[in-house]
Every structure is written in structure tokens, then in C-alpha cells.
């Protein structure tokens, strides 16, 4: 559900917020200092946004949810199907922030790990008996190449985590009433009659569905889907789509406590 906490608009999966050893979001753009087409709670976009509000949004993001901000943890975003495994609570963000990936697993406590997006989909896991939470980002290509399939099965083979124990949240981005795309982003992402509509000659593509069917596929059962769409919704999120690329990054994470 949508919750506003010192005025930062968030999503909260309501399957991952009973565990009381976990903390996430899925944050909007309310709340910060940014300016502009960044405004206001920029996560992203260093090339655009000065350091300082880089480091205030960040720190009011820390201080809302109680992490430490020095331990947030990103990777740079390819849209690949790379995860990236962080086992040791003494790793660096910085050594990890130049990682190529868009999935983080980790089993250490007292660290957040998270994805920007401006309309891919963010995708939150958690085993709550063997402790292990995942970040994932899923783009077109990324949910292509199936990004969320390899950071379940890299909790399975890591991890020894069972399907079946695994909570997957799905939060806001662009939905099947925005995301018109060409033939081949259909063709590569398969599920063409459960995931795609053909509307007055152009595709359109239900993305976080998409996601949600590949997950199915691995087992996991217990799925919440946000059903919240970015680029219907600027007052609230960024998105590439619907502010014609000039636009922020929001930062979806989660937390073992």
C-alpha cells in the first residue's frame, strides 16, 4: 500500500511487512532536495543532480527507515541478468556500486540493499527462514533474460533457500496502459497471449506480469504485485516514459535487521 513517512511516499508490500526482521520500500520522488526534473527525491542520476542533494536525499532515506546510509548498497545497472552476492557485512558500497549487475542477494545483517528505476520493474525477495533477501531490476531486457529467475535460483544454489519459503514483491512501474513497444521486445519476452495487447497497431506490454509469471514458474507462491504505474503517476514516481526521458531515479530496497 502507499504510505507517506517525513513526507517520502513509498509503497509497502503487504507480504513482506509483517517480518519484523526486515525493512523495505519502494520509494517515490517526494521528500527530497532535488530540483527540476529531478525533484525531489532523486536517487540517481549523478551526471544531473549536484553531490550534495545526492547525499541529503540519501541521508533523509536513511533516517525515515533507521538504515545507515553508508551502508546502502547499489551496483551499476545494465539490464543484464547479472546478481551480484554480498556474504560479509564489512563490503564497501563503493566496491560494489562498480559492479556491472541488476540483482543483489545478501545475507548480512545491517545493510540495504536496492535498484533505481524510472519505470523498470523493482522486484524485492526474501526467504524469512534462511534470512536471505535479494534486489532486483527488471527492464525489458532484463526480464528477457529472465533476472528474476536467476536471483531465486541464486538464492536456491547459494543460499540452499527453497522456492516455497521465498516472498517476491513487485513494486510500481510502467504498466500495460503506457508501455507500447516494438515486436521484438514481445518476441523476447515471451507469454505473447498472457502478457501483451495489440492495440490500434501498436503492442502493449504488461511488464511487472511478465515478472510475476517468471516467478511462478520457479516456485515461489507468495507474490505481491503493486499493480501501480509510474508513468500514470508522475506526481508521485519518476518515469522515463511519461516525462520524455527527463526525469529521476527512485530507489527501491530492502534491509535485514
Known amino acids: ?10 509503497y509497502q508490500s503487504p507480504i513482506l511487512e509483517p517480518f519484523s ?4 520500500a519502494f520509494l517515490g520522488r517526494t521528500g527530497g532536495i532535488s530540483r527540476g526534473h529531478l525533484s525531489s527525491l532523486n536517487m540517481g542520476r549523478r551526471e544531473e543532480d549536484s553531490p550534495e542533494n545526492l547525499k541529503e536525499n ?4 536513511a533516517k525515515a527507515f533507521a538504515i545507515e546510509a553508508e551502508r546502502i548498497f547499489t551496483v551499476s545497472q545494465v539490464h543484464s541478468d547479472r546478481v551480484v552476492i554480498i556474504d560479509r557485512a564489512d563490503s564497501t558500497p563503493d566496491g560494489v556500486r562498480a559492479l556491472e549487475a541488476d540483482g543483489i542477494i545478501t545475507n548480512a545483517v545491517g545493510i540495504a540493499i536496492g535498484i533505481l528505476t524510472a519505470d523498470c520493474v523493482p522486484v524485492l525477495l526474501y526467504d524469512g527462514k534462511k534470512n536471505v533477501a535479494a534486489a532486483v ?8 533474460s529472465r533476472i528474476a529467475v536467476k536471483a531465486v535460483e541464486t538464492m536456491i544454489e547459494r543460499f ?11 513494486g510500481p512501474a510502467i504498466g500495460p496502459c503506457c508501455y507500447d513497444v516494438g515486436e521484438e521486445v514481445v518476441s523476447a519476452i515471451g507469454y505473447r497471449d498472457r502478457v ?33 504505474c509510474t508513468s500514470s503517476r508522475t506526481d508521485l514516481f519518476f518515469s522515463h ?4 526521458g527527463k526525469t529521476g531515479r527512485q530507489f527501491s530496497f530492502i534491509a535485514l535487521r
Open 1 to 10: 500500500m502507499l504510505k507517506t513517512l517525513h513526507g517520502i511516499t513509498h
Open 160 to 170: 540452499e533457500c527453497r522456492p516455497i519459503d521465498i516472498y517476491a514483491a513487485i
Open 137 to 144: 531490476h527488471a527492464g525489458w531486457k532484463g526480464t528477457a
Open 58 to 61: 540519501k541521508g533523509r532515506v
Open 196 to 228: 501483451a495487447d495489440l492495440r490500434n497497431g501498436k503492442w502493449f506490454i504488461d511488464l511487472p506480469k511478465a515478472n510475476l509469471i517468471q516467478l511462478e514458474e520457479t516456485g515461489v507462491s507468495e507474490i505481491d504485485v503493486s499493480n501501480i
Open 241 to 244: 516514459r511519461g516525462e520524455k
Open 21 to 24: 526482521g526486515l525493512v523495505h
